[in-house]
C-alpha cells in the first residue's frame, strides 16, 4: 500500500489520507489510536498523509 499511495500522489492526486494498522496490532490498541485521532485532530490535517498505527 505505501508504494501505491506514493505513485498516486506522484501522479498529483489527492487523498483524505491512508491510515495503516499493522495484522499484528490488536484490535483494542488500534481502536484506541482511531479514537485518538478522531478527537485530537481535524480531517484536513490528514490529507495527502500516510501513516501507520501506533502513532
Known sequence: MPAHFRAFRAAGKQS???L???QTLDIGTA???LL???LASEAP???????WLPL
Open 16 to 18: 483524505a489520507g491512508v
Open 20 to 22: 495503516l494498522i499493522a
Open 31 to 33: 481502536i484506541e489510536e
Open 36 to 38: 485518538i485521532i478522531w
Open 45 to 51: 490535517e490528514w490529507d495527502n498523509r500516510l501513516q
